[in-house]
């Protein structure tokens, strides 16, 4: 028995240099390939959710993402809603749009604001909300992952944060 | 308790320079292999600093191989990854956007490159959800190659081969600490309560815990003392500046103080819940250290050389530090009766620790050398560039 | 009928997670440093549920007393919501935190004191209710179900149909009777509950001065 645990106990050594040889050309892409397939997503508060329809506008066109609802009771972030205006460099140099969130012939929001020509400059968002579906938000920037505007890559984001219902 | 120094030994003789070369070969071939790949060598920082690294981490395991002695090379290497990753880290940052803060853009887009460190607290709302907790990408990207499944493959294969050693030959933060805590000659402070070190498996039950409540990363967002070398969430809001003064004070007192006073890695061992995490991972490894109970003198001189409070006098009557044990060597070192040793598990104690030592030196050196050394590599590339150009 | 008395137990179901995931900082380490016996564990559980079903019902009695429409207005819900947390930390600290030592068999104790020792009854039902004050989504979404209801006792009603739905998520807890055999489980545990008493403390810090000033 001892000979055999000596003998198990070597085996095991062995089969750990092996891994670590095999890793860079082996387990790493195995592992990596593995882990993608597990049908894993980035949080939603980060992420913005999923896209959920487009509204076409003259040269540019507004991304409206499934709202989020955090499910986690003490989390920071409160409900909103991500949309995004793309391409970016289309845009006039002030907007102006009504936006229907769910598609049901209802303006749900306007939201305004300026598009500087330095892509680096802040940007600030205004919110008035029609119809209570959104609060309102007057000259925010990048205050909370549930309330902001910023530019990211060709899009200029924006998340407005639901009204509790 | 005294000073954790490690004291010299009565110990075989140093292997002939001959016998250790030989036995570094498949080293140099394997830290060859991997800095061909490590950084750009079509520039002449890229390859000084590949040839520098390359001399360095061979360097180093042929004098672990001569000497026998572990703890003090593998010392050097971890204190020179501790700091250069972060000046290589913050470099890289302040070329890229002129600051250590991250903007709020680089989360939407899922540009923040993944930290292992995260790992524990994701699993929860992961198996609830099938959603990660963490502003990244799941697979590489141009703009991040360091998405959530890398590091994950990445941490998972480290931790097949070293388990708890990781935090003694991967953990690029734990050389900080133990760069400090390597200055003074004795410590200020002893006698640390040994309850203490119970510190870190709490920390992991909280963050765990609050992850799952609340969905965010807690330990990143509110305890990690690394954010002072690395990157932070702008600061732009009471929260934000609370969360920044938490991260500073915990440096500055865990990270540099404590073991200037103390010599001992009091990150990892009062705080660190990625330590602890590890440490449900020793039982994967083959390796341990032991000690042989019919040489042991009970001279408290391994105690006194542990840098994490590991290994107290239930450990050592009981015949090895436990799962917590991070394989650093440097109790094993500093014995002068050749108890403390290096052991393969399932073999006899003490009967061949030398071997034991060696086979777990190869798979660790060479994870060291590829993870950590192309680290070193790429930090040495952009510090040389400025010169090398 | 069935439909009615199937809402709020499904509506509970299907939240329980959220309720496992949201009472597991304060239930885990205050089960786990009190190192009971499977039997002690399962007192100890249903103490705390006992607190959390009278922090619900009285929720609800209250809110459909008064005539409050949930949801609360922002900065009602802010105060409360930072309160709540002040208190949960305070109770951690006192009750889950100290190494608490059994009494002696013979003593004389008043009742106070026989209530807040580890085999006492205060601490379980009083985390329990600070717990389920915790005005958690689904426990929102459910306070809105029951303030429809026309009379207080189907509120009432409708709230412990929806509290039974999310009891058998408590099971799991059960399980933390075995983590005793550890020996270093109670100092863990009573670790773990400082720490998040000194997250709640923040949290609700936070929550109370973020109400105040921005309303």
């Known amino acids: 028995m001892p000979r055999l645990t000596s003998v198990l106990g070597y085996t095991g050594a062995a089969l750990t240099a092996l891994a670590a040889l095999a890793g860079p050309f082996v387990l790493y892409g195995a592992f990596t390939q593995g882990i993608a397939a597990m049908g894993l997503r980035i949080n939603p508060v980060y992420s913005g959710g999923p896209p959920a329809r487009e509204i076409t506008r003259p040269g540019y066109r507004i991304v409206v993402y499934r709202p989020v609802v955090p499910r986690a009771p003490f989390s920071f972030a409160r409900s909103f809603v991500q949309l995004a205006w793309t391409p970016a460099g289309a845009l006039p140099r002030r907007v102006e749009d009504a936006v229907d969130l769910d598609g049901d012939g209802r303006v749900d929001l306007v939201a305004r604001f300026d598009v500087p020509s330095d892509a680096a400059a802040p940007l600030f968002l205004d919110v008035t909300p029609a119809g209570g579906r959104v609060l309102p938000l007057r000259h925010v920037s990048r205050g909370s992952f549930s309330a902001l505007i910023a530019r990211v890559g060709d899009r200029i984001v924006t998340r407005i944060p639901l009204a509790p219902r | ?389 | 009928m069935l439909g009615n008395l199937a809402e709020p137990a499904l509506l509970g179901f299907s939240s329980g997670l959220v309720c496992l995931a949201a009472c597991g900082p304060v239930v885990l380490p205050w089960l786990a440093a009190a190192g009971e016996g499977g039997r002690g564990t399962a007192r100890l559980l249903a103490q705390f549920l006992g607190g959390r079903l009278v922090g619900y019902l009285g929720f609800a009695s209250l809110a459909w007393a008064i005539g409050l429409a949930l949801p609360l207005p922002a900065r009602t819900n802010a105060f409360a919501y930072g309160l709540v947390h002040i208190a949960l930390a305070i109770a951690l600290l006192v009750f889950a935190v100290p190494a608490r030592r059994r009494p002696e068999p013979c003593a004389r104790l008043s009742i106070f004191r026989r209530a807040t020792t580890r085999s006492g009854f205060l601490a379980p039902v009083l985390l329990g209710f600070l717990t389920g004050l915790n005005l958690c989504p689904p426990f929102v979404a459910a306070g809105v179900r029951a303030a429809e209801r026309h009379s207080l006792p189907g509120a009432l009603a409708f709230f412990l149909l929806f509290f039974a739905g999310t009891l058998v998520w408590f099971l799991p807890y059960l399980g933390s009777a075995l983590l005793r055999r550890l020996p270093a489980v109670p100092t863990v545990a009573r670790y773990t509950a400082a720490l998040v008493a000194v997250y709640y403390l923040l949290l609700g810090g936070l929550t109370l001065g973020g109400a105040w000033l921005h309303g």
């Open chain 2, 1 to 389: 308790m005294a000073d954790p120094v490690v004291l010299e030994t009565t110990r075989p003789a140093p292997r002939s320079i001959g016998r250790s070369a030989l036995l570094t070969l498949p080293l140099l071939l394997w830290a060859l292999l991997m800095f061909s790949h490590a950084v750009d060598l079509r520039e002449n920082a890229g390859r000084a600093a590949a040839l520098l690294t390359c001399a360095f981490m061979v360097a180093l395991f042929f004098l672990m191989v001569r000497t026998r002695r572990t703890y003090r090379w593998r010392r050097v290497f971890f204190v020179a990854l501790g700091v250069l990753f972060p000046i290589g880290f913050i470099a890289q940052l302040y070329a890229l956007r002129g600051s250590m803060s991250i903007p709020v853009e680089r989360m939407l887009s899922g540009d923040t490159p993944f930290c292992f460190l995260a790992i524990p607290m994701l699993i929860v709302p992961a198996a609830l959800t099938r959603t990660v907790i963490f502003p990244g990408s799941i697979l590489p990207t141009a703009s991040n190659p360091h998405s959530v499944a890398t590091m994950i493959a990445v941490w998972f294969a480290a931790t097949l081969v070293l388990g708890k050693a990781w935090c003694a030959f991967g953990c690029f933060f734990g050389g900080i600490e133990e760069g400090f805590a390597a200055l003074p000659r004795k410590a200020k402070l002893r006698d640390l309560p040994p309850r203490l070190r119970w510190v870190p498996w709490s920390v992991l039950a909280a963050v765990v815990l609050l992850s799952a409540a609340t969905f965010e990363p807690t330990y990143c967002m509110w305890l990690c003392p690394f954010k002072a070398v690395t990157e932070f969430p702008e600061v732009r809001s009471a929260q934000t500046a609370i969360q920044f003064a938490i991260f500073g004070m915990l440096f500055g007192g865990l990270v540099v103080v404590m073991p200037l006073l103390t010599r001992l890695r009091t990150q990892c061992t009062l705080l660190c819940p990625f330590g602890a995490f590890q440490s449900l991972f020793n039982k994967l490894t083959v390796f341990d250290v032991r000690i042989d109970r019919s040489r042991c003198t009970d001279c408290v001189a391994c105690r006194r050389a542990c840098p994490t409070l590991v290994l107290d006098e239930a450990a050592v009557t009981a015949g090895g530090p436990g799962i917590s044990c991070m394989k650093c060597g440097a109790c094993v070192d500093s014995c002068t009766k050749q108890a403390a040793v290096w052991h393969v598990k399932g073999t006899p104690i003490a009967a061949r620790p030398e071997t034991a030592r060696l086979l777990f030196l190869y798979p660790a050196w060479s994870f060291a050398t590829l993870f950590g050394g192309s680290i070193i590599a790429g930090s040495l590339a952009q510090l040389l560039r400025p010169l090398l150009h």
